[in-house]
């Protein structure tokens, strides 16, 4: 079967080529004298003349492509780039998916709400999927908020960055340092660690033979293995002090955004950088800026959503104008640690390193806003098919925009790889994130707000919530990054679906239609069913 060509701007230059070649045919010009070299096997080689009996219809055909393709590049917003074209539509065609989910049942409902809310920005205009009202707070209810609000302790000034605290060990590392950068409580660390390049190591082992310092075991132990403290000059003291003070910004008593989870991350990156598609591509320095900015990426979490702290008013959200408020908090606690005493890792790094490596980070960090979901698969869709139909198999980055969008993708897609990992490792991933949503739900009910989406621990199901959030967005994310480097992650693939089959054959009502049966999934990219569907009216185009 043919690949369906679905980002707006390679369907352009798809029918762009078809004229072209098309031109060359209806001119009888040999290829020769054309600038442009044509590969033998290409679908466009134009070496073969018409015969006469088509040479109308190919005419007429080559017209209407071309006033297709007039007609696109001149409704074409001139301020928005080709990315954006294929973030907007695939906005819409996952909006129109949702609202058929939602309208099944309340579970389908709730499931569509939240994908609304955590993965779409509020650019866009969503229907309301409320299949019922919430209840009205009683004269009781209403009566205990107020209590509370008025219990509620005045906001310090925000002359500081919050989250940073003094550190029982807060000294700087001296001594000589231990083989993976901690000491460890048993002596199956070694055994454990030795998968660090390998997909699906076993990080909450790795936490349980470290004492809880599994961050900073998996960064350092990555770090002497691809040699980067020797080829940036950077102080071993000055890493382990420094991933100390990090691991322990980290909030131990939060379910899942804690430093389990920001070391799986970081193994994860690490993993996707070592495959073969993307071996030599990138500097010690942005190699470094992945691992660093996955580590970081989620320090001082308190376990709770960006809307939650925007719809509540908090600290932070008034700090950071309720934009990307985490990532932001994120940044300013991991940067600001590294002018504590002993930390600077960056103290060799020229001026003009030091700015480009903060850059980097920063646009790393602020990309795992879940909000920037769409944005990335755009990306990543736009750069595979503009490939696939110039014929270029290889990945160029020339400039700074080509190589940090890619770099944005990979912390992205290791941020969304619990699904993909080994079902064992999946499941404790689904209990803890699931409690941490169950707590800001509790939260939320005892201070008399709307309970989130997935959050009410009284009425959810794990098991199809999970199975939407990898037909909806994690399957299409990672399909779109294995067909970049492909074929070294196909094995993801076959993993997600592995993963989906188990939480589909444990849902409980069988009978419903909110998640549809395997056979029948109507997935957003999985074979592409979603997204050519939306292009029948168009002759699949745009």
């Known amino acids: 079967m043919e690949d369906v060509i679905v980002t707006p701007f390679a369907q352009i230059l798809q029918c762009l080529r078809n004229i072209w070649a098309n031109y060359m045919m209806l001119t009888n010009i040999p290829p020769n004298k054309s600038k442009r070299a044509v590969a033998k096997d290409s679908d466009s080689n134009p070496q073969h003349p018409i015969p006469e009996d088509q040479y109308q219809k190919v005419a007429m055909e080559t017209l209407d492509e071309l006033e297709w393709c007039l007609e696109q590049l001149e409704m074409t917003q001139s301020d928005r780039s080709v990315s954006d074209l294929a973030t907007n539509k695939f906005k819409r065609m996952l909006n129109r998916e949702l609202c058929h989910l939602a309208e099944t049942s309340k579970i389908g409902n709730e499931i569509s709400e939240y994908i609304c809310s955590t993965f779409l920005d509020k650019q866009l205009d969503l229907p309301s999927f409320r299949v019922e009202e919430f209840d009205e707070l009683t004269e009781e209810e209403e009566e205990s908020a107020a209590r509370r609000r008025r219990r509620s302790k005045p906001r310090p000034m925000m002359s500081h960055i919050s989250g940073l605290r003094q550190l029982k060990s807060r000294k700087s590392f001296v001594g000589l340092i231990p083989p993976y950068g901690v000491e460890p409580v048993t002596a199956d660390l070694p055994a454990c660690m030795s998968k660090i390049s390998s997909w699906g190591m076993d990080v909450f082992r790795i936490a349980e033979y470290t004492n809880h310092r599994p961050l900073t075991a998996v960064v350092y132990t990555i770090m002497?293995?691809?040699?980067?403290?020797?080829?940036?000059?950077?102080?071993?003291?000055?890493?382990?002090?420094?991933?100390?003070?990090?691991?322990?910004?980290?909030?131990?008593?939060?379910?899942?955004?804690?430093?389990?989870?920001?070391?799986?991350?970081?193994?994860?990156?690490?993993?996707?950088?070592?495959?073969?598609?993307?071996?030599?591509?990138?500097?010690?320095?942005?190699?470094?800026?992945?691992?660093f900015a996955s580590a970081m990426h989620d320090v001082d979490h308190p376990g709770l959503s960006n809307q939650y702290l925007v719809n509540t008013g908090s600290e932070l959200a008034l700090m950071y104008n309720d934009e990307s408020v985490l990532e932001n908090h994120h940044l300013a606690v991991a940067f600001k640690l590294l002018q504590t005493e002993g930390c600077d890792v960056l103290r060799e790094f020229s001026p003009k390193q030091r700015q480009l490596f903060r850059r980097m980070v920063i646009d790393m960090v602020l990309a795992t806003d879940m909000t920037k979901h769409l944005d990335h698969l755009a990306h990543l869709k736009t750069m595979v098919e503009t490939r696939k139909i110039s014929g270029n198999c290889e990945i160029s980055m020339e400039n700074y925009s080509e190589r940090i969008q890619v770099l944005q993708c990979l912390v992205h897609c290791s941020d969304l790889s619990n699904p993909a990992k080994p079902l064992e490792l999946y499941r404790q991933w689904t209990e803890r994130i699931t409690e941490e949503f169950f707590r800001q739900g509790d939260l939320e009910r005892e201070n008399g707000l709307e309970v989130s989406p997935m959050c009410d621990r009284n009425n959810s199901n794990v098991e199809k919530s999970q199975v939407g959030f990898i037909d909806y967005i994690v399957q299409p994310m990672w399909e779109a990054w294995s067909e970049?480097?492909?074929?070294?992650?196909?094995?993801?693939?076959?993993?997600?679906?592995?993963?989906?089959?188990?939480?589909?054959?444990?849902?409980?009502?069988?009978?419903?239609?909110?998640?549809?049966?395997?056979?029948?999934?109507?997935?957003?990219?999985?074979?592409?069913?979603?997204?050519?569907?939306?292009?029948?009216?168009?002759?699949?185009?745009?």
């Not at 000059?233 to 955004?257: A, M």
Request: net charge negative; hydrophobic share 35%.
């Open 484 to 542: 970049l480097v492909y074929p070294d992650f196909q094995f993801v693939l076959d993993t997600l679906e592995t993963n989906r089959g188990w939480f589909h054959d444990r849902i409980k009502d069988n009978s419903s239609t909110e998640i549809r049966s395997k056979d029948s999934d109507v997935k957003m990219t999985s074979s592409h069913a979603a997204l050519t569907s939306s292009q029948a009216s168009s002759n699949g185009r745009l």
């Open 224 to 291: 002497q293995e691809r040699g980067l403290t020797k080829a940036l000059r950077i102080s071993c003291h000055s890493l382990v002090t420094y991933l100390t003070q990090l691991e322990g910004h980290y909030r131990r008593h939060v379910p899942y955004h804690n430093s389990i989870h920001a070391a799986d991350v970081t193994q994860s990156a690490h993993f996707m950088l070592l495959q073969p598609t993307l071996e030599n591509i990138f500097t010690d320095i942005e190699t470094f800026a992945v691992l």
